[in-house]
């Protein structure tokens, strides 16, 4: 394992984890450096970071946010954000605003299709009310019984196509990157894998991206398979992004990758951490942790 992970969620967003238990958890799993990235929100932040600190592992301020793009949803991550940053403060207030009316019409989808009491039910999984998202609508619909797990929800009735699915509107890509760029972070396309888009869409993604600023891109996370490790490493190489890590981590039940550390595997282009300023050398046999934020950053 490589002991990072830049890529995971708590109950403030649709992770089944508190931050604190989050951050316990993946410090007990010997993580040594921890994003938290949740959806669209930086409330877990401050929380997630004084735990961190109790836990004497390394800490970078995250967020994962919500992108439309072409006819695709995309998910753009920020690391090494400061959260007191009202440029970014504001943007994500936005693009949570229209999630209530949009869980409204999914739930009106649902209905018609025999699933009843959706909205009152998925609310019930979100310890963040603001959030309310598909994942919440997916634990109501397994409790229900109406599928076995949460990836079968989405496969039935969640996607594009089915009847809980309700087109939406997210930030801009050129937003996202400027947001996450005023707060002082570097923004990263999120498992890229899993787009829905040709191998030519895929090129023309990297180049506006870089176009607009862009950083990185996961290259080694959850979703991806071995072929797409492959696969990211030779596009980030060659697209001269950086590239990043992490498990994408939502609960114990529902992840495989658990939170605190990624399978170790070469990365062909630059790590994020490097241009992230962390020190992340291995420690000498019979030292401490030889982890530490090159001075100013993180
Ligand atoms: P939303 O932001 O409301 O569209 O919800 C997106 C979230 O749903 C993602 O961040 C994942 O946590 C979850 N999700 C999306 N697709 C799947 C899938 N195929 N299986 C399980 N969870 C998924
Ligand atoms: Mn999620
Ligand atoms: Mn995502
Ligand atoms: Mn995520």
């Known amino acids: 394992m490589r002991p990072i992970d830049l890529h995971c969620h708590s109950t403030v967003s649709d992770g089944m984890l508190p931050p604190a238990e989050l951050v316990a958890r993946a ?3 010997g993580c040594r450096w921890l994003a938290l990235t949740d959806h669209d929100d930086l409330d877990g932040l401050d929380v997630a970071a004084r735990t961190a600190a109790e836990h004497g592992i390394g800490f970078v301020p995250g967020v994962e946010v919500s992108v439309s ?3 695709v949803t995309l ?3 920020g690391l090494g954000i400061d959260p007191a940053c009202t440029t970014l403060q504001r943007g994500l207030e936005h693009v949570r605003s229209g999630r209530a009316e949009r869980a409204e019409q999914m739930a009106a989808g649902l209905a018609r299709a025999g699933i009843g009491g959706a909205l009152q039910g998925a609310y019930r999984y979100a310890s963040n009310a603001a959030l309310i998202s598909r994942a919440h609508f997916a634990r109501y ?3 229900q019984g109406h599928a076995r797990d949460t990836s079968a929800v989405f496969k ?8 809980g699915y309700v087109r939406h509107e997210w930030a801009s890509l050129g937003d996202a990157i400027e947001w996450i760029h005023a707060a002082g972070g570097v923004a990263i ?4 894998g899993r787009y829905r888009v040709s191998v030519y869409g895929m090129h023309d993604l990297l180049r506006e991206f870089r176009g607009l600023g862009g950083d990185g891109i996961e290259v080694i996370t959850s979703s991806h398979s071995t072929e797409d490790y492959r696969r990211f490493n030779v596009l980030a190489q060659e697209a001269g992004l950086l590239a990043s890590v992490g498990s994408d981590f939502h609960a114990p039940e529902e992840s495989w990758m658990d939170v605190g550390g990624v399978p170790d595997l070469p990365l062909a282009a630059t790590p994020v951490w490097e241009a992230l300023g962390l020190r992340w050398d291995p420690a000498p046999a019979g030292a401490g942790s ?5 001075a100013g950053s993180a």
């Open 290 to 294: 030889s982890l530490e934020a090159v």
């Open 141 to 143: 619909i397994v409790e």
């Open 189 to 192: 396309i999120a498992h890229p």
């Open 75 to 77: 998910h753009i991550v």
């Open 27 to 29: 410090a007990g799993n």
């Open 69 to 71: 793009w072409q006819d």
């Open 156 to 163: 039935r009735y969640l996607v594009k196509g089915k009847p």
